[in-house]
T-cell receptor
Framework: GAGVSQSPSNKVTEKGKDVELRCDPI?????LYWYRQSLGQGLEFLIY????????KSGLPSDRFSAERTGGSVSTLTIQRTQQEDSAVYLC?????????????FGSGTRLTVV | AQRVTQPEKLLSVFKGAPVELKCNYS??????LFWYVQYSRQRLQLLLR??SRESIKGFTADLNKGETSFHLKKPFAQEEDSAMYYC???????????FGAGTRLFVKA
């Protein structure tokens, strides 16, 4: 696609429910990144994909968080048993190859609210 | 450990005044530093990178390794510069980018 597409744009869920957030990167971009944007906390790195593999998962906050990428394209970030502290904007970015020197293109984000 | 510090959460200046958004970093190696900007209701986008030594929309940023800083400057602020600005660092060759907490710039008429 022309840009990085994320869905849904907004998600309200009850505490304890599972949620799936989707990212569709720019066609041909091999690298994909997930960040979490919380008020006053900046952007928190979650995970990075090169193709379908995730060399760096160090940013995932807990084992309730997981992500996968299939076909070197779409990625899904899953949060199980959501907690109120999971409320944030989840941003996805892609780049032609790994490394920010190639420039990140960000999606518009998914605003997750856990009530 | 890598760290990016933006000490100001909010910076308010008058139109036409100079503006400087501060960014300090902590990294033992050779960093790559960037400024990203997010205008109201728009996506986060790259503003400039230190390696390019460019000026974008009148903004410049100089990497000062001695002071471990990468402050963003513009001599004459415009109302359309009002946005959230994030400083970012990645290790050379690394793929994990650390962002600061951001500074909201408000340019008053």
């Amino acid at each position: 696609g022309a840009g990085v597409s994320q869905s849904p744009s907004n998600k309200v869920t009850e505490k304890g429910k599972d949620v799936e957030l989707r990212c569709d990167p720019i066609s041909g971009h091999t690298a994909l990144y997930w960040y979490r944007q919380s008020l006053g906390q900046g952007l928190e790195f979650l995970i990075y994909f090169q193709g379908n593999s995730a060399p760096d998962k160090s940013g995932l906050p807990s084992d309730r968080f997981s992500a996968e990428r299939t076909g070197g394209s779409v990625s899904t970030l899953t949060i199980q048993r959501t907690q109120q502290e999971d409320s944030a904007v989840y941003l996805c970015a892609s780049s032609p190859r790994p490394g920010i020197q190639y420039g990140y293109t960000f999606g518009s984000g998914t605003r997750l609210t856990v009530v | 450990a890598q760290r990016v510090t933006q000490p100001e959460k909010l910076l308010s200046v008058f139109k036409g005044a100079p503006v400087e958004l501060k960014c300090n970093y902590s990294y033992s190696g050779s960093p790559e530093l960037f400024w990203y900007v997010q205008y109201s209701r728009q996506r986060l986008q790259l503003l400039l990178r230190h390696i390019s030594r460019e000026s974008i929309k009148g903004f410049t940023a100089d990497l000062n390794k001695g002071e471990t800083s990468f402050h963003l400057k513009k001599p004459f602020a415009q109302e359309e510069d009002s946005a959230m600005y994030y400083c970012a660092l990645t290790a050379g060759g690394g793929f994990k980018t650390i962002f600061g907490a951001g500074t909201r710039l408000f340019v008053k008429a």
